[in-house]
């Protein structure tokens, strides 16, 4: 079973859920998609790390070769080339690997050589295989890395949790497409039922089955709750505003791991999943 | 004009609603959401007129002409991005994936596919009580730092004798950050003492010291770990960065935005806190 966790925003407790239900589940995989800022690790600290890096194509000009007749600049969409004092220069961080540069060349003068973006680092930590992609500093774009992710979790035969990019950008939706239930987690401000808003028409788009975890609830009012009450959609858990909680996830301890409560609690949480999950897809068929 | 850039790394450290309590204290008659993929500013500014919107077109996409296609499969074999699907012999470019390099268009022997401006989200600008430039991008959209631009270009034009630009920041540290970060005076950095937030928070200060912008920390909800908020302050005495104050956890902060207001509409510890903040920080910008 793969599920996916997102929200429209980072800070909601995304990370907090799937990372919790990764470490109650048996037999596991957590996977932090999140590149630009992998958290999940530092809760795991997982070991027996292996990394491996995660490299775009970059094209360079071979200068005997180059006669300087802008085809390829001409060419590229993202502004990434350009023909300055006899040399063709490449700005990588706006080249997009697309490969018509080369392609298109008639002199074949572009080869391609691999460039690291970041990495994407797994290990160990007690049932579950943690895997993390990290971004490196001054990137525009993480989505190979994503991608890469997601690709090797389709190899993937135990349960997954995916803890997905936050906002509703493409690769949201990559995340999203392979994904046998989603948990949407929300906060309980007008600024969490805007975002909530966001996911909602996401997974629906997708028609995924999925459910609301209402996350750090007051006693008062609750507008995500309300807006998952008048629109119908499945509350699967809501998890009370907890200074003790709040305290163990800031110091990045695992709470179902430190304290039998928070382990019932998403046990439970778990539990209405698988339910939810394989009533969906018996549903389906 | 001076641009004050907030920023987080990630949501939800209460960037937003500080954003929102400085526009109010500056009395702000420009600012700006950059926060493009999830737009929240609006929710607590008050403006009785409605927006202006203008379509934003972000990269062109390819399309397949299907009475011309002949199905000869070169342009899935040349797709970098996996955005051409085949069924049934039928070749169609799946917009989402479509990275608009144009590559299908000059390989395909026929001219059967062809790119096409795509609308990517929607730019609005409110001018009333101040200048506001804000916009949203398209579910499902790809790069948002182009939009990201816009939004500042937006308020340049419309705004241009303000001396203050405060300018609520993109969430992450890539492109559409770096956009942000583009032309800025002053970053404050908001962080949150949690291991996730130290960690969040060196990455997006290493990000923003490549710009060599005049940087300030400010710790949101400090009591909810003092020890973690301490370990924050060595940080940045260490790297001689300036900490601009700490504000503390306060349930009156989740009310405010409830009802559409600003943490410093009410009298409570955490407005209290973000108005010492913003001066701290207007004095720390103009040094
Ligand atoms: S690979 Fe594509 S994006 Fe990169 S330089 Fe060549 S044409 Fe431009
Ligand atoms: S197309 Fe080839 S020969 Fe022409 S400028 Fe580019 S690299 Fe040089
Ligand atoms: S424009 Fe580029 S990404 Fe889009 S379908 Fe054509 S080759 Fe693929
Ligand atoms: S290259 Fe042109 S003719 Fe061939 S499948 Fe693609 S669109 Fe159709």
Same mark, same amino acid.
């Given at each position: 079973?793969?599920?996916?966790?997102?929200?429209?925003?980072?800070?909601?407790?995304?990370?907090?859920?799937?990372?919790?239900?990764?470490?109650?589940?048996?037999?596991?995989?957590?996977?932090?998609?999140?590149?630009?800022?992998?958290?999940?690790?530092?809760?795991?600290?997982? @070991?027996? &790390? #292996?990394?491996? $890096?995660?490299?775009? =194509?970059?094209?360079?000009? /071979?200068?005997?070769?180059?006669?300087? *007749?802008?085809?390829?600049?001409?060419?590229?969409?993202?502004?990434?080339?350009?023909?300055?004092?006899?040399?063709?220069?490449?700005?990588?961080?706006?080249?997009?690997?697309?490969?018509?540069?080369?392609?298109?060349?008639?002199?074949?003068?572009?080869?391609?050589?691999?460039?690291?973006?970041?990495?994407?680092?797994?290990?160990?930590?007690?049932?579950?295989?943690?895997?993390?992609?990290?971004?490196?500093?001054?990137?525009?774009?993480?989505?190979?890395?994503?991608? @890469?992710? &997601? #690709?090797?979790? $389709?190899?993937?035969? =135990?349960?997954?949790?995916? /803890?997905?990019?936050?906002?509703?950008? *493409?690769?949201?939706?990559?995340?999203?497409?392979?994904?046998?239930?989603?948990?949407?987690?929300?906060?309980?401000?007008?600024?969490?039922?805007?975002?909530?808003?966001?996911?909602?028409?996401?997974?629906?788009?997708?028609?995924?089955?999925?459910?609301?975890?209402?996350?750090?609830?007051?006693?008062?009012?609750?507008?995500?709750?309300?807006?998952?009450?008048?629109?119908?959609?499945?509350?699967?858990?809501?998890?009370?505003?907890?200074?003790?909680?709040?305290?163990?996830?800031?110091?990045?301890?695992?709470?179902?791991?430190?304290?039998?409560?928070?382990?019932?609690?998403?046990?439970?949480?778990?539990?209405?999943?698988?339910?939810?999950?394989?009533?969906?897809?018996?549903?389906?068929? | 004009?001076?641009?004050?850039?907030?920023?987080?790394?990630?949501?939800?450290?209460?960037?937003?609603?500080?954003?929102?309590?400085?526009?109010?204290?500056?009395?702000?008659?420009?600012?700006?959401?950059?926060?493009?993929?999830?737009?929240?500013?609006?929710?607590?500014?008050?403006?009785?007129?409605?927006?202006?919107?203008?379509?934003?077109?972000?990269?062109?996409?390819?399309?397949?002409?299907?009475?011309?296609?002949?199905?000869?499969?070169?342009?899935?074999?040349?797709?970098?991005?996996?955005?051409?699907?085949?069924?049934?012999?039928?070749?169609?470019?799946?917009?989402?994936?479509?990275?608009?390099?144009?590559?299908?268009?000059?390989?395909?022997?026929?001219?059967?596919?062809?790119?096409?401006?795509?609308?990517?989200?929607?730019?609005?600008?409110?001018?009333?009580?101040?200048?506001?430039?804000?916009?949203?991008?398209?579910?499902?959209?790809?790069?948002?730092?182009?939009?990201?631009?816009?939004?500042?270009?937006?308020?340049?034009?419309?705004?241009?004798?303000?001396?203050?630009?405060?300018?609520?920041?993109?969430?992450?540290?890539?492109?559409?950050?770096?956009?942000?970060?583009?032309?800025?005076?002053?970053?404050?950095?908001?962080?949150?003492?949690?291991?996730?937030?130290?960690?969040?928070?060196?990455?997006?200060?290493?990000?923003?010291?490549?710009?060599?912008?005049?940087?300030?920390?400010?710790?949101?909800?400090?009591?909810?770990?003092?020890?973690?908020?301490?370990?924050?302050?060595?940080?940045?005495?260490?790297?001689?960065?300036?900490?601009?104050?700490?504000?503390?956890?306060?349930?009156?902060?989740?009310?405010?935005?409830?009802?559409?207001?600003?943490?410093?509409?009410?009298?409570?510890?955490?407005?209290?806190?973000?108005?010492?903040?913003?001066?701290?920080?207007?004095?720390?910008?103009?040094?």
């Amino acid at each position: 079973m793969k599920i996916a966790v997102l929200s429209g925003k980072g800070g909601t407790g995304k990370t907090l859920v799937s990372v919790n239900l990764a470490a109650v589940a048996l037999d596991s995989v957590y996977i932090d998609c999140d590149v630009e800022e992998p958290n999940g690790h530092l809760f795991f600290q997982p @070991k027996d &790390l #292996q990394k491996e $890096r995660v490299t775009v =194509k970059l094209p360079q000009a /071979d200068p005997e070769l180059c006669t300087g *007749c802008r085809t390829c600049v001409n060419f590229c969409k993202f502004n990434a080339l350009a023909y300055i004092k006899n040399k063709l220069i490449v700005f990588n961080e706006v080249c997009h690997s697309c490969g018509g540069c080369l392609l298109f060349c008639p002199q074949k003068a572009i080869s391609e050589k691999e460039r690291e973006i970041g990495l994407i680092q797994s290990g160990i930590s007690g049932n579950v295989r943690v895997v993390s992609g990290m971004m490196n500093i001054g990137e525009v774009s993480g989505v190979p890395i994503i991608k @890469k992710l &997601l #690709q090797d979790s $389709r190899k993937e035969n =135990k349960n997954v949790f995916l /803890d997905c990019p936050p906002g509703s950008a *493409c690769m949201v939706m990559e995340s999203i497409k392979d994904a046998d239930y989603c948990i949407l987690v929300a906060e309980p401000t007008v600024f969490g039922v805007h975002n909530l808003e966001m996911v909602y028409e996401l997974v629906r788009i997708f028609q995924k089955p999925f459910g609301v975890v209402l996350n750090k609830c007051l006693e008062e009012e609750n507008p995500a709750e309300d807006f998952c009450l008048q629109n119908q959609i499945t509350i699967l858990e809501k998890i009370p505003f907890d200074l003790e909680l709040g305290t163990m996830h800031s110091n990045g301890q695992i709470a179902v791991r430190k304290h039998p409560k928070y382990k019932e609690l998403f046990l439970n949480l778990l539990k209405t999943v698988s339910k939810e999950a394989r009533h969906e897809t018996a549903s389906d068929t | 004009m001076k641009q004050l850039l907030i920023l987080s790394g990630k949501g939800g450290t209460g960037k937003t609603t500080i954003a929102g309590a400085f526009i109010k204290l500056a009395e702000a008659r420009a600012y700006a959401d950059c926060d493009v993929d999830a737009p929240n500013l609006h929710l607590i500014m008050t403006h009785i007129s409605k927006a202006r919107q203008t379509d934003y077109y972000g990269m062109e996409k390819a399309v397949i002409d299907t009475e011309l296609c002949d199905s000869c499969s070169i342009c899935r074999q040349n797709c970098r991005f996996e955005a051409i699907n085949e069924s049934n012999g039928k070749y169609e470019v799946d917009s989402y994936a479509c990275e608009g390099c144009g590559v299908c268009d000059a390989v395909c022997p026929i001219g059967a596919v062809f790119l096409q401006p795509a609308v990517a989200g929607e730019l609005m600008l409110y001018k009333d009580n101040g200048v506001f430039s804000t916009a949203r991008l398209k579910m499902g959209s790809g790069t948002s730092g182009k939009l990201v631009s816009e939004v500042k270009k937006q308020l340049k034009q419309e705004a241009a004798d303000a001396d203050l630009v405060i300018i609520d920041g993109s969430p992450g540290i890539g492109c559409p950050v770096i956009a942000s970060l583009n032309g800025a005076d002053m970053v404050l950095i908001v962080a949150e003492p949690s291991l996730s937030g130290i960690s969040d928070m060196k990455r997006i200060i290493a990000t923003a010291e490549k710009f060599r912008i005049k940087i300030g920390v400010c710790i949101n909800k400090y009591d909810t770990n003092k020890e973690l908020a301490q370990k924050i302050e060595a940080f940045c005495q260490e790297r001689d960065l300036s900490i601009v104050g700490k504000i503390p956890f306060d349930t009156a902060a989740i009310k405010a935005i409830n009802k559409g207001e600003v943490i410093v509409d009410i009298d409570c510890p955490a407005g209290w806190a973000a108005t010492n903040v913003f001066y701290k920080t207007l004095k720390l910008m103009n040094s």
